[in-house]
């Protein structure tokens, strides 16, 4: 095991109604003027909006609103909220909605007490010293930034996906509530599950040794995500089904999986690109490239990649032969995507060949090589991508 | 899955050479006066308290010392320290030690900001609503107190075990290094080893539905002890085998394998009698009250105990007689608990049968039963107790 810190320190408020709190948790965690930051028409609609404003117009909390957020958020959106805060001396940054809401916020928060460009954090790696204070209403069980400090922002000059991870613009609070998942459509739900288990892959495909207790919490999640998921596809509102996930999602990324142990996000990294150029979802490019990536560094590693099969698939293990079992596990999850409704194949989502050139050039704009179990360089790259064709 | 609160906030500062850091760590979280608290001559005698002294001090930061806390930590001593903090306008408390001189530590802390008698927090209930900031320096896998908000301290006078678990004494930071533990007797490790499985015990069996992904942690953190307690009793010196406990000793208890679940704590209660009328170590105790308590209450929910067997102890599931089962899966607890040499009936620890009426008094003082997953009213202790013979 690595020598590591850690500190979530997040306050989850889990369950039904917990919603309601959002007054109360804004108070306590100093907040006296809101800027409310979401997405589209479904918190509206849901009348979720509606019912945040309530609480915390009850609470004597007066607040300012910024809608528009889209799935991949944009550094414009961010530029405006940045603004707005500083304009209207915004105190706290209220996000309602998944994980790109969520993300946008973070940027926002970071950027509103940053005498740069808030885009030094994505584009440069420049730390996050300090921020606004956040708060999530989480409405979408997938990217687990209601937990984390990650925050991946799009920017549109040149379709640049980046990505910045400090610990200060993690949420002072996070609100759970399950039921809020429940207009989540089949396919969202399942792009969600498919990030979630990209996120323990990311973490459990690693070369540090002696990590049982981190392999296991790993395991545990990708377990129940197999268990759970089928069911609350099949049965939106299994309240059971949207709980486990929902947690799932956050213990999946804030790093208590992750802990003490090295870890890969080449395939992260590889995804980015595919939603960057095609602009589908985070979790259905995941689907594309996760097994892809699976198959070209199984090899590195069998005995991981069988132990995987034998205690995540319930795969028999082949002593005589274990990169069978590792085949067969990595089979089983491909499985298990399809039977989830998830694309597998770049030709799934409308993405071409001929553009995987140009998503390596992107990617190399930023680093020569990505990934850590396997470190890949752009010969690598293009082979996985045209393991996922 | 029930709705829930949950906040761990320590900043864990886990890995070799990790102690270095106290002296930046106290200065992070506010302290310049320190109370080191910490127990006998091992701390001594290994050099970690000088070498936490030399931190400080080049860190100028003040300190004064209470040293002398025993396992089953006493109320005498945990006045004496909130005595010396108002006294000595202490601002900090860092304990250096295992579970009692933590748990003694979070009573001083809460202690020398409270008007009243610190007691009052163990024997009435009372809610801790401040403390000063505290710190931990970690020497032995067990009690979890590093990064769990819970405390237990005797009162010498009647011998009156209690406990106290309020969010206000949680540890600011903790620091873990696994080769601090290096020094831990085969006994005590074994100790350690059925307290922090104890600790997952008393949330695995729940009578909540709908709790995969909370089962699965559970289940997490008792295969690996099952996998890395053998391997440290036989080599105290596995850096793998320790740091691996050290980290589930934590996650064990600080409640991320609680969370949305109803938790049992009956056992706990009847152990405390136990250690406390005879003054054996609280993992000996557990051992050789857990496997009663299990084949006492396994009827009222064979599936979860069938579930246990399977997914824990790698027992074969019978269909036809899940009964079966569940009693192989206890038996093969009380095996375990045998190879890692610890005591599992009253004998083995000197207790007697005579003693179980004033256990069961001493209980009546504080609650008039215990348990939730099932309550067990005086007559099923004396029991549960008996099973134990």
Redesign the interface.
Known sequence: ??????????????????EKEVGKLVKKFGGSKVLIHYGGGSVVRSGLLDKVKTELTNMNISFIELGGVKPNPILGLVYEGVELCKKENVDFVLAVGGGSVIDSAKAIAAGAVYDGDVWDFYDKGKEVEKSLPLGTILTIAAAGSEGSGGSVITNENGMLKRSSCYDVPVAKFSIMN?ELTYTVSKYQTACGAVDIMAHVFERYFTNT??????D??C???L??MI??VPVAIENPED???R??IM??GM?AHNN?CG??RGQDWASHRLEHELSGMYDVAHGAGLAVMFPAWMKYVMNHDVNRFAQFAVRVWGCKMNEENPEETAKEGIAKYEMFLKSIGMPTRFKDIDAKEEDIPAMIQKILLYCSSVGNFVKLEPEDMEKVYKLAL
């Open positions: 095991m690595n020598n590591f810190d850690f500190c979530s320190s997040t306050y989850f408020a889990f369950g039904k109604g917990k399950p040794e002696d990590v049982e207790i981190t296991r919490f395991e545990a999640v377990l129940t268990k759970e309240y059971g089904a709980s486990n947690w799932a213990v208590i802990v003490g």
